[in-house]
């Protein structure tokens, strides 16, 4: 079993939709969880950067953490074509230096 | 400054070449990483540098050498590599201490060796 489980879709959604991306884990050492967002042929981009459960909102992007059910959430509202991209999710426990990555999920937007 | 900088964009290479990558930042940030990445994978660690001391290893060949000269440069220097080492290497930074997992990426530099 993998430490990070993502699926890599590709998940595909028309203009305006709520996109809802997931990973689960296995490790409850991990305290910290992100998500980055990759253009094709480009580095990752953080987008959200969470410590512990809870919920956390920027913009349209909202990141929810649930450490009782090892389950970690991405949700896009109103998703635009520019979203179209790889979605990464990230974990790490407290000593930090590994940072253990899903294999992200590809989404398409369309116009 | 708020970017991680890395150079060559591409590189392509012979299995007889010496060649470096280089990564800069300016953000104040104590820790650097370099990643590789192939096709449709996650990012693999590969080197962790933490107040320029090498902190992790992650059995990377020895063809593959790091070094970080200061607080924001960090090189990858590589020779005698091999046709499956073609990937997308990518740098990282983040502040250190206390904020190791929040890391921002450079663009990367497509490899390709021949």
């Known amino acids: 079993q993998k430490e990070v489980e993502q699926d890599p879709g590709p998940l595909s959604v028309p203009e305006g939709a709520i996109v809802s991306l997931n990973c689960t884990y296995s490790?409850?050492?991990?305290?910290?969880f992100m998500w980055y967002r990759q253009y094709s042929r480009k580095g990752p981009e953080l987008l959200m950067y969470?410590?512990?459960?809870g919920n956390k909102e920027d913009g349209r992007f909202t990141a929810q953490v649930d450490k009782s059910s090892k389950y970690i959430s991405l949700f896009i509202r109103d998703s635009q074509p520019s979203d179209s991209a790889t979605y990464l999710c990230?974990?790490?426990?407290?000593?930090?230096?590994?940072?253990?990555f899903g294999a992200g999920t590809r989404l398409f937007v369309k116009a | 400054d708020t970017e991680v900088t890395q150079t060559p964009k591409h590189l392509v290479m012979g299995m007889t070449n010496k060649k470096s990558l280089k990564c800069e930042q300016h953000?104040?940030?104590?820790?650097m990483y370099w990643y590789k990445q192939k096709a449709k994978k996650p990012p693999e660690l590969m080197f962790v540098?933490?107040?320029?001391?090498?902190?992790i290893n992650e059995s990377v060949p020895s063809r593959f050498s790091p070094e970080c000269p200061n607080s924001s440069l960090l090189n990858l220097h590589l020779h005698a590599l091999q046709p499956e080492d073609s990937a997308l290497y990518l740098c990282?930074?983040?502040?250190?201490?206390?904020?190791?997992?929040?890391?921002?990426f450079g663009p990367g530099t497509r490899l390709t060796v021949l």
């Open positions: 540098y933490s107040y320029e001391k090498l902190s």
């Open positions: 990282a930074s983040s502040r250190g201490k206390s904020s190791y997992n929040e890391q921002f």
């Open positions: 953000m104040g940030h104590r820790a």
């Open positions: 490790n409850s050492a991990f305290q910290y």
């Open positions: 990230a974990m790490s426990d407290t000593g930090g230096f590994k940072t253990i």
């Open positions: 969470t410590y512990s459960s």
